[in-house]
């Protein structure tokens, strides 16, 4: 039994690593605090799921049991993605669902999303179940709550291939890197009409082939490959628990998420003239404009599942994305990230064109880096990020937005640092119209983090 570390309670999520920081009796625990919030919200069920970790039927067994314990009734959906967690918490009897999941990361690491009363709970309420689990006696209910399975892929599938319908049929490539994502992809898309080339779509976590994030180009190579080796027209990608995307054309280029975005926004915008398109503040500065172009209001949010989440409710917008994949649909659907369902409406769009990629391909784009990271001691980013706020000059007439991090708006790029919610790093993303003006703002960033961090090792 570990001793419960705060440290695992992040800014999104709870995440941990197995037999460190995090095993049944600490699943327990979160069950239980849940429950206790949930019951305080008015929900009286529960629903629950599981990716494909090897520690996953472990801990959704304790968190099962500290959710009865709390005197919740517990709907378990087995082996989905995350979106299928959130599904059930808007087509089941409740509005509260945790999904066990360590999304992305290594194999050793696990952990828990959280939706309470309709809400992805971030920041602060995620404390507050710390705080509820240190205060807690241990008691447990005088009436424990039932346990139930639900298989609730039929229906998820269902509800996509009702709303989203191609054009004409389809060749396609997907890559599910051994994540939970493989165990429903290829039924969706052959559903939706598309003939399937699976890669690692065997749900398998140990993860033997490559990392199950399709953010990083590396992870895209097997992709690629097929696509230059085949006959298919585009390639999918998921990542290890199937709620972001990843999209790679004909030729091999990588459709990076601020890109796709502009593809949903124009979309969209047919339905919701004049509606605000969310985005983060890794994004491409193309798209900005190009929401505008197409009808919309731009609105540039911090970065964040849960928070961008939070905003969409807030404002209303019928769509949001953000540049690690995540994109929330509100039309036609219902405002929780799904990268199963935004490959579905991607594919809609793509199969009116006679040569897909060309049409991927020609979305404007400029020389831009993926993300890069400074790796720091934990505390060490927020700290930095704070004396770059206050004290980094930059020369000439840039604007600078501090609504998450520092990101410096230049008249041919940008340059962006923010510390991360999730790791003691701090993230950067530069993009410019040229090799030159890119080199230019990362040197000018450099200056800045050195004069604050003479010993910071960049990535650049």
Same mark, same amino acid.
């Given at each position: ?6 440290t ?22 979160i069950g ?5 919030a ?10 629950i799921?599981r990716?494909?970790?090897l ?8 968190l099962?049991?500290?959710?009865q314990?709390?005197?919740v009734d517990?709907?378990?959906l087995g082996?989905?993605?995350?979106p ?11 509005r ?31 404390q507050a179940?710390?705080?509820s689990?240190?205060?807690h006696?241990?008691?447990?209910s005088?009436k424990?709550?039932?346990?139930a ?6 229906a998820?599938?269902e509800r996509?291939?009702?709303d989203v319908?191609?054009?004409?049929p389809?060749k396609i490539a ?14 969706l898309?052959?559903?939706?009409g598309c ?24 992870n ?9 080796e ?6 999918i ?11 790679v054309?004909?030729d091999?280029?990588i459709?990076y998420?601020?890109?796709q975005?502009?593809l ?7 339905r919701?003239?004049?509606?605000q398109?969310?985005y983060?503040?890794k994004?491409t500065r193309h ?5 505008s172009?197409h009808g919309?209001?731009p609105?540039?949010?911090?970065t964040g599942h ?5 905003? /969409? *409710? ?5 769509? &949001?994305? #953000?540049m690690?994949g995540? @994109? ?5 659907w $219902? ?25 991927l ?13 400074l ?5 060490e980013?927020v700290?930095?990020m704070?004396? /770059? *706020?206050?004290?980094?000059?930059f020369? &000439?007439n #840039?604007?600078?937005?501090? @609504? ?5 708006? $230049?008249?041919d790029g940008?340059g962006?640092a923010?510390?991360s919610?999730?790791t ?7 993009e410019a119209?040229t090799?030159?003006?890119?080199a230019?703002?990362q040197?000018?960033?450099?200056s ?10 960049l990535p650049?």
């Amino acid at each position: 039994m570990l001793p419960l570390s705060r440290t695992i309670f992040k800014a999104y999520d709870i995440r941990g690593i197995i037999a460190k920081t995090l095993d049944a009796s600490v699943a327990y625990k979160i069950g239980q605090a849940f429950g206790q919030a949930a019951l305080a919200k008015g929900d009286q069920r529960v629903v629950i799921g599981r990716d494909g970790r090897l520690s996953g039927p472990e801990l959704t067994a304790a968190l099962a049991q500290g959710l009865q314990a709390a005197g919740v009734d517990v709907i378990d959906l087995g082996v989905v993605a995350t979106p299928m967690v959130y599904f059930g918490t808007n087509v089941l009897d409740t509005r509260s669902g945790i999904m066990v999941t360590g999304s992305h990361n290594p194999p050793d690491y696990n952990g828990f999303k959280m939706v309470l009363a309709g809400e992805a709970i971030h920041g602060v309420a995620i404390q507050a179940l710390y705080h509820s689990i240190v205060a807690h006696d241990g008691s447990a209910s005088a009436k424990p709550g039932a346990y139930a399975t639900h298989d609730i892929r039929a229906a998820y599938l269902e509800r996509i291939l009702g709303d989203v319908k191609l054009a004409r049929p389809i060749k396609i490539a997907v890559d599910c890197g051994n994540g939970v994502a493989g165990a429903f992809a290829g039924d969706l898309f052959r559903g939706m009409g598309c003939e399937v080339i699976e890669l690692f779509c065997d749900v398998d976590g140990n993860f033997p082939n490559h990392h199950p994030d399709p953010a990083h180009p590396e992870n895209l190579q097997d992709l690629i490959r097929c696509l230059a080796e085949t006959d298919a027209e585009i390639g999918i990608a998921f990542d290890g628990d199937g709620d972001r995307l990843g999209v790679v054309t004909k030729d091999g280029q990588i459709i990076y998420p601020d890109r796709q975005m502009m593809l949903f926004a124009a979309d969209v915008l047919t339905r919701h003239p004049g509606a605000q398109i969310l985005y983060d503040v890794k994004c491409t500065r193309h798209l900005a404009p190009w929401i505008s172009k197409h009808g919309g209001v731009p609105l540039m949010y911090k970065t964040g599942h849960s928070l961008v989440k939070a905003k /969409l *409710r807030e404002t209303g917008a019928p769509l &949001g994305g #953000e540049m690690s994949g995540h @994109i929330f649909f509100k039309d036609r659907w $219902y405002g929780f990230d799904d990268g199963l369902y935004s490959a579905a409406r991607l594919l809609e769009i793509l199969t009116r064109e006679a040569d897909p990629s060309a049409l991927l391909n020609s979305l404007p784009q400029s020389d831009s880096t993926p993300e890069l990271h400074l790796e720091l001691k934990e505390g060490e980013n927020v700290a930095l990020m704070d004396m /770059l *706020r206050r004290d980094a000059v930059f020369p &000439g007439n #840039e604007q600078i937005i501090t @609504i998450d991090g520092l990101r410096v708006e $230049y008249a041919d790029g940008f340059g962006l640092a923010r510390s991360s919610n999730t790791t003691p790093v701090i993230v950067m993303r530069f993009e410019a119209e040229t090799p030159q003006a890119l080199a230019r703002i990362q040197g000018q960033f450099k200056s800045v983090i050195l004069a604050a961090k003479p010993d910071a090792v960049l990535p650049f």
